[in-house]
Every structure is written in C-alpha cells, then in structure tokens.
C-alpha cells in the first residue's frame, strides 16, 4: 500500500470510530443518606388519645408539615395512624423546639372496622387531594381514606 493509501485508510478508520455508537454510561443513582447520629426514638409507653405509640412500619409527610406514621399491627387494639410533629434538620430528626420525644406523636386517627389481628400496615402514601391510602399484608388489601 502505499503512503497515500495509508494515509486514506487511517483518515477513514478515524472517521468510521469518531461516527460508531459508543455505549452510553449506566445512570449514576442518587445518593440515599439518614440524617444525623441516631435515630428518633419515642419513648416505650407515649400514649395519644389512649393509644400506645409503637410498632410503627411506614412514615409520609403530611402538607400541614406533620407525619403520618402507620401501626403495624397491634393484637386487638384498633389499627390506626399516629401523626407526629419534628423537625428534620441538618443534625438529624429531633423533637419540635421546646418539646420533649413524648410530645412528637400529636394525634392519632383510628382505622375504623380493622384491628391488628385483621390489619397488619405496612404502606403509606399521601395524595394531594387529602387521601390517605394504606396497606395491609394480612389480606393483602390496599385502602383508602380521607384526613
């Protein structure tokens, strides 16, 4: 072959790789971190409205700024959802200002007609419009209710 040839064949070599698909890099998948040195803890024995505060299995964020948390399941006592109010900061998940972590469950919302024997919760989610669905693994069931 002769340089000329070389040449040409070189040019087109380059030309055919810098136009051949190149494989495209798997997306890098966001970073999942927990906030602060340790965890929230509500003391064993809180109590709302005569219910104890345990056995907590989902969590979402309420557009009032609380949190809806979900009982996993409880024997016989009535299956409900805990809301609660604390602060999620840069050192972490602490109580509201001026409040102790007995204070952090405020209120509690009953699910009428399942107790823990015929509800075991384990999902939460939030709709926009107020809903709140959650899910058993007793039945398996999903339900719905408004807030």
């Known amino acids: 072959?002769?340089?000329?040839?070389?040449?040409?064949?070189?040019?087109?070599?380059?030309?055919?790789?810098?136009?051949?698909?190149?494989?495209?890099?798997?997306?890098?998948?966001?970073?999942?971190?927990?906030?602060?040195?340790?965890?929230?803890?509500?003391?064993?024995?809180?109590?709302?409205?005569?219910?104890?505060?345990?056995?907590?299995?989902?969590?979402?964020?309420?557009a009032d700024g609380t949190y809806l948390a979900l009982v996993d399941n409880d024997g016989e006592t009535q299956?409900?959802?805990?809301?609660?109010?604390?602060?999620?900061?840069?050192?972490?998940v602490a109580p509201l200002p001026g409040k102790t972590a007995l204070e952090v469950p405020v209120g509690v919302i009953p699910i009428s007609g399942f107790n823990g024997k015929s509800f075991d919760g384990e999902g939460l989610a939030l709709e926009p419009a107020g809903e709140v669905l959650v899910s058993s693994e007793t039945e398996p069931s999903d339900r719905k209710s408004v807030v």
């Open 1 to 62: 072959m002769t340089r000329l040839g070389r040449g040409f064949a070189l040019a087109l070599a380059l030309a055919a790789g810098a136009c051949a698909p190149h494989a495209l890099a798997p997306p890098t998948p966001p970073a999942a971190t927990l906030l602060g040195k340790g965890p929230l803890i509500v003391p064993f024995g809180a109590r709302v409205d005569g219910f104890r505060v345990g056995g907590l299995s989902a969590i979402a964020r309420a």
């Open 79 to 92: 299956a409900r959802l805990f809301r609660l109010a604390f602060t999620v900061g840069e050192n972490g």
